[in-house]
């Protein structure tokens, strides 16, 4: 079984200031990993995934995440956010093989403050 | 848009209805899944259909059910309403491998269906 942790639900940052948010996971067989975001009345879109190779994986809307295997992380950061970043952002892992289901995270609101 | 259409956006019922929310993945999307979204839950994964056939199970009530018809379009039946029911039901489809497993294990969700019960 996989589990997803992201331990700020929350997280207020000021217009064009650098933001990283965290995402834990925890799985005993190998897993694929994403970011998806959620902006306000839509649905779901992927951000960025890694499924192997480099582990600083570059997404859409300047976006980056890096995977570390040691401390089974994969942070999102972002070196400057616009008020258009203003979304809940989910972090989700899935096993590389087998019929389990995709497993996200509670999801952190980004507040972007002008 | 993700080609993943659901219907209807908006939904307002009583206590103790039924309501099918209907979902048709992007073309060529063979597993579908259904997911709960509610201010105190979270997304909450219900359940996956790969090609017709049930795949994984989440946390659905006995109360929801599901189904993916030969066309690949798929439903999700939810009976005997209660409050707490009320949230934003999101289909997400993926190409999934014959295993069930998807492809790159990226999901493309529709708009989701927003479920009111009063």
């Known amino acids: 079984a996989q589990s997803v942790t992201q331990l700020d639900s929350q997280v207020p940052v000021f217009e064009e200031a650098p933001v990283e948010l965290r995402c834990n996971y925890s799985?005993?067989?190998?897993?694929?990993l994403f970011w998806y975001v959620q902006y306000p009345n839509q649905g779901l879109q992927l951000l960025l995934k890694y499924l192997s190779g480099s582990t600083l994986v570059k997404g859409i809307n300047g976006f980056e995440a890096e995977f570390n295997k040691s401390q089974t992380s994969f942070h999102l950061r972002k070196p400057s956010v616009h008020i258009s970043d203003t979304a809940e952002y989910f972090c989700a892992v899935t096993p590389l093989r087998g019929y389990q289901k995709v497993t996200f995270g509670t999801g952190t609101k980004l507040q972007v403050i002008p | 848009d993700s080609g993943v259409t659901q219907t209807p956006k908006h939904l307002i019922t009583a206590t103790g209805q039924r309501v099918t929310l209907r979902c048709s993945p992007r073309?060529?999307?063979?597993?579908v899944y259904w997911y709960q979204q509610s201010l105190d839950q979270g997304l909450q994964f219900l359940i996956q259909?790969?090609?017709?056939?049930?795949?994984a199970k989440g946390n659905i009530l006995e109360r929801f059910s599901a189904q993916q018809f030969p066309d690949l379009h798929s439903e999700l039946n939810l009976s005997s309403l209660e409050l707490g029911d009320s949230a934003l039901y999101f289909c997400?489809?993926?190409?999934?491998?014959?295993?069930?497993?998807?492809?790159?294990?990226?999901?493309?969700f529709g708009e989701g269906s927003r479920l009111t019960v009063l």
């Open positions: 073309s060529g999307d063979l597993s």
């Open positions: 799985s005993s067989v190998s897993v694929y």
């Open positions: 997400a489809s993926s190409v999934a491998d014959y295993r069930g497993t998807p492809n790159t294990g990226e999901l493309f």
């Open positions: 259909y790969y090609n017709g056939e049930e795949r």
